[in-house]
């Protein structure tokens, strides 16, 4: 069974520019999550998606942004990129939403550095 | 307050002891709690989920809930080098029963030692 696959791994981007990051969950997931991992502020919620619906959202400025398929692959972007924004931006996926959640399974993430 | 909290270790026990990991968690209508482990340069990986008050038994693994304390922890029998990592508490919490955010603690850096 396949994992939760994300692409690109490594990404290196000028400030000013916008970036789209792309998350295919785990075949029958439907729940999609989006964090941001930091040395300073660790995991970081920024959005979930369920059925191409965003459920929820964390406290990130709007250049934030995503969405998801009906395939329920997922992708996020980031415009007008900040230095503070290089981070490793792991997607991850879940079963079901809700208050009983089965635990989400993560990918590898992809590392932005924006220079 | 942080939503959730956790020691940041770093956390040192010999090889062959058990390791007991603590987080505590703000929300009181939480109702799914987790822990992950990280090894540097990875991501997480999920190893233990609880629900319901008590204890939790996985192989060398055990999970213990305490909703009235706000208490959730890991315990590592028979630590091996390998379970030296960063170890994740992380809460789910309530959003009108439709939505997920699992907000994670900071980690607490396990080193099992020869």
Redesign the interface.
């Known amino acids: 069974k396949a994992g939760v696959t994300q692409t690109p791994r490594y990404l290196i981007k000028t400030r000013g520019q916008q970036v789209t990051l792309s998350c295919s969950p785990i075949s029958g997931h439907r729940?999609v999550?989006w964090?941001q991992q930091t040395p300073g502020q660790?995991?970081q919620?920024l959005f979930?998606y369920?059925s191409e619906t965003q459920?929820?959202k964390?406290n990130f400025p709007g250049r934030f942004s995503g969405r998801q398929f009906s395939n329920s692959r997922s992708e996020m972007n980031v415009s007008t990129l900040e230095l503070g924004d290089s981070a490793?931006y792991?997607c991850?996926s879940?079963l079901t939403?809700?208050?009983?959640?089965?635990?989400?399974?993560?990918?590898?993430?992809t590392r932005l550095t924006v220079v | 307050q942080k939503e959730v909290e956790q020691n940041s270790g770093p956390l040192s026990v010999p090889e062959g002891a058990i390791a007991s990991l603590n987080c505590t968690y703000s929300d009181r209508g939480s109702?799914?709690f987790?822990w992950?482990r990280q090894y540097s340069g990875?991501?997480?990986?999920?190893i233990m989920?609880i629900?319901s008050n008590g204890d939790k038994e996985d192989g060398r693994f055990t999970a213990q809930l305490n909703k009235a304390s706000q208490y959730v922890s890991l315990l590592i029998r028979d630590s091996q080098p390998s379970d030296s990592a960063t170890y994740?508490c992380a809460v789910?919490g309530?959003?009108g029963?439709?939505?997920?955010?699992?907000?994670?603690?900071?980690?607490t850096r396990l080193q099992v030692m020869l």
């Open positions: 729940s999550s964090y660790g995991l919620f979930e369920f459920r929820n964390g490793l792991l991850a879940s939403t809700g208050s009983l959640n089965y635990g989400y399974t993560f990918g590898s993430g | 109702q799914s987790f992950y990875k991501s997480p990986e999920l989920s629900y994740l789910n309530v959003h029963g439709t939505a997920s955010k699992l907000t994670f603690g900071t980690g």
